[in-house]
Antibody, heavy 118, light 110 residues
Framework: QVQLVESGGGVVQSGRSLRLYCAAS????????ILWVRQAPGKGLEWVAVIWYDGSNKYYADSVKGRFTISRDNSKNTLYLQMNSLRVEDTALYYC???????????WGQGTLVTVSS | QTVVTQEPSFSVSPGGTVTLTCDLS?????????PSWYQQTPGQAPRTLIY???TRSSGVPDRFSGSILGNRAALTITGAQADDESDYYCVLYMGSGVWVFGGGTKLTVL
């Protein structure tokens, strides 16, 4: 079955960097676009970034543009999110999600928690 | 700044019908935005319910249906059950690799 397992979260000081990982299994990773979606504590969901199936296109929410970089290694079935210049407002549970048909998410990971302290 | 608005909360009686909506600040929601809907219960990852306006995801009961009502996307739950009590999020695809989530609707079944 499709599995997306996030890791790399933790507590980090404002201004520092962190790299998130998403290990995919149960499907042909190189055939699918993947997104990062985050959820601040007690808040709603927010789209963060997307990468096309072949890495040819990457797009970012305005809130993270210029600070976050999404990438993938299809040989390792792994997605990455490099987060630089972290801010307190980046504190959230970060989900790795698969892009399915019709521009919709069809599978979700369980998330990894990022806490940015001041 | 594109804003997608949902009712913050809604209440439905067991067995009742409820329609949650998804509104777009910049105009009407159409199928061109490929509206999708997600259900999240506390402490759990979201689950995909509806995509491409009205297509149910695998395993989703047919009491969940999606549509366009007027100028909004809509999620209708017919015959609400206790375990439908959750947060519901709509998402619109704006094109050019950009998605916008609604703020979510907290549904209470009582």
């Amino acid at each position: 079955q499709v599995q997306l397992v996030e890791s790399g979260g933790g507590v980090v000081q404002s201004g520092r960097s962190l790299r998130l990982y998403c290990a995919a299994s149960g499907f042909t990773f190189s055939n699918y676009g993947i997104l990062w979606v985050r959820q601040a504590p007690g808040k709603g969901l927010e789209w963060v970034a997307v990468i096309w199936y072949d890495g040819s296109n990457k797009y970012y929410a305005d809130s993270v543009k210029g600070r976050f970089t999404i990438s993938r290694d299809n040989s390792k079935n792994t997605l990455y999110l490099q987060m630089n210049s972290l801010r307190v407002e980046d504190t959230a549970l970060y989900y790795c999600v698969r892009l399915g048909s019709s521009w919709a998410i069809d599978h979700w990971g369980q998330g990894t928690l990022v806490t940015v302290s001041s | 700044q594109t804003v997608v608005t949902q009712e913050p909360s809604f209440s439905v009686s067991p067995g009742g019908t409820v329609t949650l909506t998804c509104d777009l600040s910049s105009g009407s929601v159409s199928t061109s935005y490929y509206p999708s809907w997600y259900q999240q219960t506390p402490g759990q990852a979201p689950r995909t319910l509806i995509y491409n306006t009205n297509t149910r995801s695998s395993g989703v009961p047919d009491r969940f249906s999606g549509s366009i009502l007027g100028n909004r996307a809509a999620l209708t739950i017919t015959g609400a059950q206790a375990d439908d009590e959750s947060d519901y999020y709509c998402v619109l695809y704006m094109g050019s690799g950009v998605w916008v989530f609604g703020g979510g609707t907290k549904l209470t079944v009582l």
